[in-house]
């Protein structure tokens, strides 16, 4: 029987207090497995995000920069989806480094004002 990858959601709320610079592991790692982020979205919760420059989701060795959504256009209960205003997506649908997770985390600062945020990710695992 032929094997493919499937498709799978990481989907979550981080408090504020854990988007910081290090981030958050979303997706664990997997020895021999590469991750394809297909699509997602964030949303901040409780006001817009403030003193870090944006919140991205990354590979867990921090080389790519999956999705990144800027402070500004993080405002309270606003969706960014993948490529919409706010949202730049370079890496979709492009394997990561194998072996590495996913994780999401504030650049530059730990994200003030906004309470939390929420986020769902869409990827694939490849390999094996």
Do not use: Q
């Not at 979303?26 to 403030?50: E, F, K, N, Q, Y």
């Not at 919140?55 to 256009?73: L, P």
């Not at 492009?94 to 650049?107: N, Q, V």
Request: aromatic share 4%.
């Amino acid at each position: 029987m032929a094997t493919y990858p499937k498709l799978r959601c990481a989907a979550g709320n981080v408090l504020a207090a854990g988007l910081t610079t290090a981030g958050t592991i979303i997706v664990r790692p997997v020895a021999d497995r590469t991750i394809t982020v297909v699509g997602g979205w964030m949303r901040a919760l409780g006001g817009t995000v403030a003193t870090a420059a944006s919140v991205n989701v990354s590979d867990t060795s921090n080389t790519n920069e999956v999705m990144v959504g800027t402070a500004a256009n993080m405002t309270a209960g606003l969706i960014l989806r993948e490529n919409s205003t706010g949202m730049t997506c370079t890496k979709l649908n492009t394997a990561l480094t194998k072996g590495d997770g996913l994780r999401i985390k504030g650049i530059g600062a730990t994200v003030t004002a906004a309470t939390s945020v929420d986020y769902c990710v869409f990827y694939l695992v490849e390999g094996g």
